[in-house]
Nanobody, 117 residues
């Protein structure tokens, strides 16, 4: 069992930046998801077994995922935010690599990101 705790959410104007962090475990494969009201949960960034990041098309070029194993921390740097990025953001972990599919075993409680125009 692993407990995941997200932080760093908040309100920002369009074009701004935020950095999310997730305290978790380096023993698991981890990823970031988001869910906007009335929409399905969307996988947005994950780190593959070879260490390469993978991103959803909706955030590619604007978001950057990183993992500090020594600190058991997963981060998500979000730049050029738009109102479409408004959502609850979740950190997830799984024993096996699941990419951007929402089949992860463990989930944090989420952190809200709100982008105003």
């Amino acid at each position: 069992q692993v407990q995941l705790v997200e932080s760093g959410g908040g309100s920002v104007q369009s074009g701004g930046s935020l950095r999310l962090s997730c305290a978790g475990s380096s023993r698991y494969y981890m990823a970031w998801f988001r869910q906007a009201p009335g929409k399905d949960r969307e996988g947005i960034a994950a780190i593959a077994p070879d260490g390469r990041p993978t991103y959803a098309d909706s955030v590619k070029g604007r978001f950057s995922i990183s993992q500090e194993n020594a600190k058991n921390t997963l981060s998500l740097q979000m730049n050029s935010l738009t109102p479409d990025d408004t959502a609850m953001y979740y950190c997830a972990a799984h024993e096996y690599y699941a990419g951007l599919n929402p089949t992860y075993s463990y989930w944090g409680r989420g952190t809200q990101v709100t982008v105003s125009s």
